[in-house]
């Protein structure tokens, strides 16, 4: 067990004007929506979800199965060109400000022991945080913005938890996209 992850942070994967194009796009296009926990409680972020299969998480919210729009197709090829693996879908996440968030998990649906999971990150930077599975103690945190790429491989998801801490200090909206694959 190491006490670094294996986390790769590419910044400026995309160009500013490639980054805000997007964005802007994501922000009109995408289909947003808040889901429930399985407890009926609303999860503080909204998501987007684009893939041939339903996305489950555990506590049984389901995001239905949707084809991945043309728009988003330059992204993945982005990412396969670079080395970082070939996906069909994608989770995005919308982060309105300091409130929203994700606790610490870990992916588990690759139904791959140690995936290659490359998240890009556009908008507001937030601290994405990483603790050791085995202590819950050991931290580590990279400060993705704004077009920058942040690829966990080898062990981190099998050793370690992410997570994206809610703040009260004032941030402006972020947006995440993790790619899958099955
Ligand atoms: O927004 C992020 O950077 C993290 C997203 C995440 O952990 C997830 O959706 O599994």
Excluded at 82 to 107: E, M, Q, T
Excluded at 135 to 140: A, I, L
Excluded at 155 to 181: C, M, Y
Aim: proline share 7%; charged share 25%; aromatic share 12%.
């Amino acid at each position: 067990m190491t006490k670094e992850p294996d986390v790769i942070h590419v910044t400026g994967f995309l160009t500013q004007a490639e980054a805000d194009d997007l964005l802007s796009t994501i922000l009109k296009q995408a289909d947003f929506r808040q889901y429930n926990s399985g407890y009926g409680v609303p999860r503080p972020r909204m998501e987007a979800w684009y893939g041939s299969w339903d996305y489950r998480y555990s506590g049984g919210t389901v995001l239905k199965a949707a084809p991945i729009p043309d728009w988003l197709s330059p992204v993945f090829e982005k990412v396969k060109t670079a080395g970082f693996g070939d996906y069909n879908a994608v989770l995005i996440n919308r982060y309105r400000d300091g409130y929203d968030k994700v606790d610490p998990h870990s992916d588990d649906d690759y139904g791959d022991p140690f995936p290659t999971i490359p998240t890009l990150v556009l908008g507001a930077m937030r601290p994405f945080w990483l603790r050791l599975k085995q202590d819950h103690k050991t931290k580590v945190s990279y400060r993705p913005s704004h077009g920058d790429l942040l690829v966990m491989r080898g062990r981190t998801n099998a050793d370690w938890q992410h997570w994206i801490a809610r703040t009260s200090k004032p941030v402006g909206e972020r947006i995440s996209l993790t790619f899958r694959k099955k």
